[in-house]
């Protein structure tokens, strides 16, 4: 089982910016699909973004596309969310997930996500 931890969130105004970090201990992490997702009061949790083991690829939601940047760093076991640009509707809890199979590379959904962190809240004001 793998361990994540979050930090990096805070309140921060809109056009701001803020960047998540996740760390990552206990599996080996650069063989592991990592995503961040979001879940705001009453909504369901939601895909953000993801990046493959190696760093290959990345995907973002049509929402945070073109302000958001998902990196990874497989030397330090960590991955990063930089979010600029910063909306109102970002206001959410931030999660880091890492990918239950190795190698996986398929829907960026949260059944295929099984370590995750205990969530960073951003709040952006208006």
């Known amino acids: 089982q793998e361990t994540l931890v979050e930090s990096g969130g805070g309140l921060v105004q809109t056009g701001g910016s803020l960047r998540l970090s996740c760390a990552a201990s206990?599996?080996?992490?650069?063989?592991?699909?990592m995503g961040w997702f979001r879940q705001a009061p009453g909504k369901e949790r939601e895909f953000v973004a993801a990046i493959t083991w190696s760093s290959t690829s990345t995907y973002y939601a049509a929402s945070v596309k073109g302000r958001f940047t998902i990196s990874r760093d497989n030397a330090r076991n960590t991955v990063y969310l930089q979010m600029n640009g910063l909306k109102a509707e970002d206001t959410a809890v931030y999660y880091c997930?890492?990918?239950?199979?190795?190698?996986?590379?398929?829907?960026?959904?949260?059944?295929?996500?099984?370590?995750w962190g205990q969530g960073t809240q951003v709040t952006v004001s208006s």
């Open positions: 997930a890492a990918a239950r199979s190795a190698y996986y590379s398929g829907n960026y959904v949260p059944s295929a996500f099984g370590s």
């Open positions: 206990g599996r080996t992490f650069s063989s592991y699909t």
